[in-house]
Nanobody, 124 residues
Framework: QVQLVESGGGLVQAGDSLTLSCVVS????????VGWFRQTPGEDKQFVAN????????YYKEGMKGRFTIARDSAKNTVLLQIRSLKREDTDVYSC?????????????????WGQGTQVTVSS
């Protein structure tokens, strides 16, 4: 069982940067992968990026790597998502999720455990 708790969201200005945190607890393994998703009300969650717990290997949705950076702080059992040059269209609920296996999970169904999400609101 894995638990994930996100934090770091809030109201920010366009052009600012923001770092979201996902604290991972429970039984974790090196082949766990933690991903970040974003969701606009009324739409499905969209994959942003993921990182493999063991070796830190990252994978980004095409077009996301420029302003988004995923990283892990193993000492704090935390996965971070930095968003730079925020835009109004980045306003979403951001959630982290965990999957286990040798593959690179990007679909909602690939992930077994989810956090509750954190709201990011960007004002211009």
């Amino acid at each position: 069982q894995v638990q994930l708790v996100e934090s770091g969201g809030g109201l920010v200005q366009a052009g600012d940067s923001l770092t979201l945190s996902c604290v991972v607890s429970g039984r974790t393994y090196s082949d766990h992968v933690v991903g970040w998703f974003r969701q606009t009300p009324g739409e499905d969650k969209q994959f942003v990026a993921n990182i493999r717990w063991g070796d830190g290997r990252t994978y980004y949705k095409e077009g996301m790597k420029g302003r988004f950076t995923i990283a892990r702080d193993s000492a704090k059992n935390t996965v971070l998502l930095q968003i730079r040059s925020l835009k109004r269209e980045d306003t979403d609920v951001y959630s982290c999720a965990a999957a286990r296996g040798p593959f690179t999970p990007t679909r909602i169904v690939d992930f077994d455990y989810w956090g509750q999400g954190t709201q990011v609101t960007v004002s211009s």
